[in-house]
């Protein structure tokens, strides 16, 4: 398989796959989730099974010019009652991905996390990659951890590490290198983290990881600009061409990613790492099109799966 540089090459892809996954979505009345299902039923690699009000999804449909015949509408009035309906149609196979709609956050994340039936195995870590396609660099960049884990442990940071490893192959990328960010390459006390990375790096030399190439603590300039790996005369393997960007905490990424978005005209595709089946929760304040991204990203992951 080609190495995927573009979202859009992702899209491309995924229809001359000719595989339709079907798309459980929890309170699918939402103007913004319907638009990105319509967009990835159109280009025919999903179906949709809509849960939720039938009269507010079909209106809902209607005032963004949408057929709401293209979707399967489970009548569902009940927010909570649809919510777990939907995780019940991916834990029993009837559908491939499980998506939020109109409906909270928190609400929707119990469901996943639900001991009994959830979608979360025993003790597996949940974590949030995503690859972001940004106009000033020359492929996608996988960044972690943008939304779930505040304060990773070394574990947890390993755990991020794999996902995102895992994500990365499934675009082509056989042996990403994953870049370790820090405030700056020196290993120091003053930095606990650093310690984490310089620890995670031994590993992945030792194949304690899944395959690649690990190397932290990186700025993002060493990480993503081989011009600064010479000026600073560092020794990384990473090289500047990082396919992955590790982050110590959720607040350095979140603001990170969403500086990306706001002013490097970024667009993205994410999804929740750990669970059986992908889980899609999109924030509202991406652009349409990261959204149908986030949709199409949730085909290729459940591939195999």
């Known amino acids: 398989m080609k190495p995927i540089r573009k979202l859009d090459q992702m899209v491309e892809y995924l229809k001359s796959r000719g595989e339709k996954k079907r798309i459980a979505v929890a309170n699918a009345q939402d103007t913004n989730t319907i638009g990105a299902l319509a967009e990835a039923v159109k280009n025919g690699f999903a179906e949709a099974l809509m849960v939720g009000p039938k009269s507010e999804i079909e209106s809902a449909a209607r005032q ?13 009035k009940d927010e ?8 019940k149609l991916v834990k029993n196979d009837e559908a491939d991905v499980l998506m939020k709609g109109l409906v909270g ?4 994340l119990k469901a996943v996390l639900d001991k009994k039936d959830g979608l979360l195995p025993p003790k597996a870590v949940m974590s949030y990659v995503c690859a972001i396609e940004l106009p000033k660099y020359h492929k996608l ?7 779930v884990l505040p304060f990773p442990d070394l574990k947890q940071k390993v755990a991020m590490l794999n996902y995102s490893v895992e994500m990365a192959n499934k675009f082509g990328i056989e042996k990403p290198k994953v870049a370790l960010i820090g405030a700056s390459e020196k290993v120091s006390e003053g930095f606990p ?3 984490d990375y310089a620890m995670i790096s031994k590993m992945a030399e030792r194949g304690q990881t899944k395959p690649c190439i690990a190397d932290g603590p990186l700025d993002v300039f060493l990480a993503c600009d081989p011009e600064s790996v010479k000026i600073k005369g560092v020794n990384t393997p990473v090289g500047g061409d990082a396919d992955v960007l590790l982050f110590p905490t959720l607040e350095a990424c979140n603001s990170f990613y969403k500086g990306l978005m706001l002013f490097g005209g970024g667009e993205l595709a ?12 999109m924030s ?22």
């Open 141 to 147: 960049l996988f960044v972690t951890d943008t939304a």
């Open 284 to 305: 509202r304040s991406e652009s349409a099109k990261s959204k149908f991204y986030c949709v199409a990203l949730s085909c290729l992951m459940s591939e195999n799966n």
């Open 270 to 281: 994410g999804l929740i790492q750990g669970t059986e089946k992908p889980v899609v929760v």
């Open 64 to 76: 963004q010019n949408i057929d709401p015949r293209i979707f399967q509408i489970i009548d569902i």
């Open 80 to 87: 909570t009652e649809a919510t777990y309906y939907a995780r």
């Open 105 to 108: 956050t928190d609400k929707f």
């Open 193 to 195: 983290n650093s310690i």
